[in-house]
């Protein structure tokens, strides 16, 4: 049981490049999330997704796309790299059922340098 | 709109003595969630302990417990004879429910936490 798994651990982008950070829980994990961590501060919210085909916005979803084709995998697209996104990406994920919110449980984290 | 606030940015504790890390919180709604989370220098997020708004009981954990007091809104987390693994950011967060009955979490900026040997 691997939990949540992201990758790769770190990675350098230029300026208008594009990338997609990979995300993928093997708890069977209805709701995932994806939030970025600046330095010295919390975690904000980007988007989320309540199940398969269905996502939505966070507080701070722009410059960045989503998709949930399966339960298992939510990828983060960035497009147009700028460095302003230079931070580090935790995708989570958790159970909810019949109102019950279970533990948000995170990824190791992609570490992201926009040069 | 939901607010944490952790307003210890860095602590010391000595080894095998007992820290208190404090977190204060601001909402309006009745039911609510919080939770601590550590993210040791390798950067990952590991959650250690919740606290649900009706829960009578102050939440425990092994060496972790929550000191729970509503009408203050605080939720401290003690950690009891503290290890030098303990070393690490420490994470208040507040669950916050979003239109469609899922949640994200508000955070608070953390505290980092040293024990001395």
């Known amino acids: 049981n691997a939990g949540v798994t992201q990758t790769p651990k770190f990675r350098i982008l230029k300026i208008g490049q594009s990338m997609t950070l990979q995300c993928a829980q093997d708890?069977?994990?209805?709701?995932m999330y994806w939030y970025r961590q600046d330095p010295g501060m919390g975690l904000k919210l980007i988007y989320y997704s309540v199940g398969a085909g269905i996502t939505d916005k966070g507080e701070v979803p722009n410059g960045y796309n989503v998709s949930r084709s399966t339960t298992e995998d939510f990828p983060l697209r960035l497009e147009l790299a700028a460095p302003s996104q230079t931070s580090v990406y935790f995708c989570a994920s958790s159970y909810s059922f019949g109102g019950i919110q279970e533990t948000q449980y995170f990824g190791p984290g992609t570490r992201l340098l926009v040069l | 709109a939901q607010k944490i606030t952790q307003t210890q940015p860095g602590m010391f504790v000595q080894e095998k003595e007992a820290v208190t890390l404090d977190c204060t919180y601001d909402?309006?709604?009745?039911?609510?969630?919080l939770f601590w989370y550590k993210q040791p220098s390798s950067g990952e997020m590991i959650f250690l302990i919740y606290?649900?708004?009706?829960?009578?009981q102050n939440a425990t954990e092994g060496r972790y417990s929550l000191n729970f007091q509503k009408a203050r809104k605080s939720a401290n987390l003690v950690i009891s004879a503290s290890q030098l693994g303990d070393s690490a950011m420490y994470f208040c967060?507040?669950?916050?429910?979003?239109?469609?009955?899922?949640?994200?979490?508000?955070f608070g900026s953390g505290t980092r936490l040293l024990v001395r040997p």
């Open positions: 967060a507040m669950r916050e429910v979003l239109m469609d009955s899922s949640y994200k979490l508000i």
């Open positions: 708890m069977n994990h209805n709701y």
């Open positions: 909402t309006s709604d009745q039911s609510y969630g």
């Open positions: 606290q649900g708004s009706y829960d009578e």
